[in-house]
């Protein structure tokens, strides 16, 4: 089989969203995402109610992709998904259709870590979008995972630093929740901060060695920081909105870009990626394409739709594996806590 014409199918359910891709080679034909919106109504995601609406979204979303790729089944060379990290009843939803596609096709399976997609989308063929040569450093941020991973190959990955509690994704959904904000919080500070002043209240940075990362102090930090200004002046949330936000994000990038140039710094490595939904954060953005005339970086920063999850990043995961013969057993199980 020559490697000029492979098709691939990639699924992704790892958490609360439904989603699968075709790519052809290394560039995506269609990527289809089914959000749950049912878990706004309990200001965070239930894994039961996700894992049933991954049953209902998955046929669906599978037969959009095909339909927009303009794809048949039979012209599919591999079935690819992600097989972990994530909670555990949706991973079994993705895993279970990809297994049984695979085996009614009679193509091969390709298992894929999901955080390895988060950081293998900066290779999908996208105009206008550089790919990092190796090594090059990447920071994988959001809703469930912070990690600083050197990335010596396409699978020669090592994480050198991680939260030692909460993600990154989380500190800013926590800390909406204390302002009153909706979940998912992250999106709404964003655009809050930009009408506020980053400076205007000060919250501690957690000492943390080496090249870890720990988000949990800064949330007691912000709880007991409204509670006594609200004590003092019942509208205070209401007043400063703005400039809470925007103090909360500035000490959320500044604790991200701090271990980043330490890591920068021990590997010698100044080629920069991010991937993860938090990516999508604009503050974030800034401060990475920031840190090319500061610190001397290159910077990659993936196409919007590639950051948050998505099955592009398993598409080109799984091409990128086909393409080494890297392929899973069909008796393969899903793994909620799987390391990169």
């Not at 190959?153 to 909706?182: C, N, P, Q, R």
């Amino acid at each position: 089989m020559t490697s000029e014409n492979i098709y691939i199918l990639g699924i992704e359910s790892s958490c609360d969203d439904t989603a699968a891709a075709v790519i052809h080679n290394g560039k995506i034909l269609s990527n289809v995402v089914a959000n749950q919106t049912i878990h706004e109504a309990y200001g965070g995601v239930v894994p039961e109610l996700a894992s049933r609406a991954h049953q209902q979204n998955i046929v669906p979303v599978v037969h959009e992709a095909l339909k927009k790729a303009n794809v048949i089944k039979d012209q599919l060379h591999a079935i690819a998904f992600t097989r972990g990290p994530g909670l555990m009843g949706s991973l079994l939803v993705g895993t279970s259709f990809a297994k049984s596609l695979a085996l009614g096709l009679n193509i091969p399976l390709i298992d894929v870590n999901h955080m390895q997609g988060h950081i293998l989308a900066h290779f999908i063929e996208e105009e206008g979008f550089n790919k990092p040569p190796f090594p090059f450093l990447a920071m994988t941020i959001s809703g469930g995972h912070t990690q600083i991973v050197q990335v010596n190959d396409y699978f020669h990955m090592t994480v050198i630093g991680e939260t030692i509690d909460d993600a990154v994704g989380e500190a800013f959904d926590k800390s909406g929740k204390i302002l009153g904000l909706g979940y998912p919080a992250g999106p709404e500070i964003d655009k809050r901060a930009k009408l506020g002043n980053p400076k205007a209240f000060k919250f501690t940075k957690p000492k943390v060695e080496g090249l870890n990362f720990s988000f949990s102090g800064l949330k007691t930090a912000v709880l007991y920081f409204i509670q006594k200004e609200v004590k003092a002046n019942p509208n205070f949330v209401e007043e400063n909105l703005n400039d809470i936000c925007a103090s909360i994000q500035h000490t959320i990038i500044g604790i991200l870009i701090d271990k980043l140039k330490r890591a920068s710094k021990e590997t010698g490595i100044t080629h920069i990626a991010i991937g993860g939904g938090v990516s999508a954060n604009s503050g974030i953005r800034q401060a990475l394409k920031d840190g090319e005339s500061k610190f001397g970086w290159t910077t990659y920063i993936p196409k919007f739709e590639f950051t948050t999850d998505n099955a592009a990043m398993i598409a080109i995961t799984g091409y990128l594996k086909f393409l080494e013969g890297d392929f899973a057993q069909s008796n393969i199980a899903a793994s909620a806590r799987l390391k990169i």
